[in-house]
């Protein structure tokens, strides 16, 4: 049976859970600056450069991840949100793409094959794909709506390189996350169904969108309604939200999509709004209810959790969908279903 098939079959039965942030567990490590380098050659500060710790500092990656096994994550995904070749260019490492990523999907594959072995429960590893810090849709530049600073192909290799890259470290599926620019998020589908036909077999999609304010759409401009529309002919093994807010502002964008969406809907929300000083104070407990919330009213199939989010709320959300029934699927749609910013159907 394929990971795709074992996913389906194991998500018809319960909620499954998916795991919490990196960024969150590597601020609470306090690493200093030298630690990021680890002795690499780069000419540039590596503060911040959590992709880079693939390299330099492999147990502090495995660390987090199993902290997040133990909590109850099944879903394992690989520190490479900024792990491609645009993001890497901030810091003088893009060479070390395809190099980070491979390690990543390392990392975690251990992780969840060791853990898998110790209770019986199976992890599935999604790599991890960010949206870049460029936008295709949108000019950088006010007096130059035409400008854009990358081209659709230049990202779509930029992507095909990280794919192939978590491909060879052994990931499951391919996660296309956070998505603010549509356009983006197409042509990371695009990268991962041409590494698709390059192997010959399966290589299940997972997507999720980030809302840019409360009205609910993406940077792009497009509503959940549309963004799939947009992507729906990708076929992904789930179809979600993530980041933007915390559940509770999460909850009518997602009863929304998750009344559309005929596959499996999986969101993971911040711990709430960050305050004053962009940290966040959210308890595991608060998530947790807020989440409930979501369960009792059939809008997910996988939950976990976004930024602030510790393997504390991982293990609350997980508390909370024990026992729970999963989100009935809608029946395939008969119309046709076609999007701009708004979606449009076409009726049969």
């Known amino acids: 049976m394929s990971s795709a098939a074992e996913f389906r079959a194991e998500a018809a039965k319960r909620i499954l859970i998916k795991d919490g942030p990196y960024g ?21 500060d590596q503060r911040g450069n959590n992709d880079l710790l693939n390299l330099t500092q492999p147990q502090v990656v495995s660390r987090i991840c199993e902290r997040f096994a133990q909590a109850g994550a099944e879903v394992l995904a690989t520190n490479t949100f900024n792990a491609n070749r645009i993001s890497q260019a901030d810091y003088g490492a893009e060479d070390l793409s395809a190099e980070i990523n491979r390690a990543a999907a390392r990392i975690i594959r251990e992780v969840a094959d060791r853990a898998s072995g110790n209770d019986g429960r199976k992890r599935w590893v999604a790599g991890a794909i960010g949206p870049t810090n460029k936008t295709l849709s949108l000019s950088p530049d006010v007096n130059d709506p035409a400008f854009r600073e990358v081209d659709f192909d230049q990202v779509k290799a930029v992507y095909r390189e990280q794919v192939d890259a978590l491909v060879e470290g052994g990931v499951d599926f391919i996660l296309v996350e956070t998505v603010f620019d549509t356009l983006n998020a197409k042509a990371a589908i695009m990268a991962t169904l041409e590494a698709e036909q390059a192997l010959g077999r399966e290589l299940p999609l997972m997507i999720s969108m980030t809302l840019t304010d409360l009205s609910g759409r993406n940077l792009s401009g497009h509503t959940v309604e549309a963004f799939w529309a947009s992507v729906r002919h990708a076929k992904p093994l789930t179809i979600g939200l993530n980041c933007s807010f915390g559940a509770a502002q ?28 962009g940290e966040y104070d959210e308890a595991a407990e608060e998530t947790a209810a807020q989440v409930a919330e979501w369960i009792r009213d059939g809008l997910v199939n996988v939950v976990g959790g976004c ?32 999007a701009g910013l708004e979606p449009m159907v076409i009726a049969a």
């Not at 969150?24 to 630690?35: D, F, H, V």
């Open 24 to 44: 969150t567990g590597i601020q609470c490590e306090k690493l200093p600056a030298e630690a990021y380098c680890g002795g690499l050659d780069l000419m540039k």
């Open 250 to 277: 999460l909850r009518p964008h997602l009863a929304a999509l998750s009344a559309t969406a005929e596959t499996l809907v999986m969101a993971y929300p911040n711990a709430g709004l960050p305050n004053e000083l």
């Open 307 to 338: 930024c602030g989010t510790t393997p504390a709320h991982i293990a609350a959300i997980a508390g909370v969908a024990a026992g729970k029934p999963p989100r009935k699927i809608p029946a395939p749609r008969s119309d046709t279903l076609l």
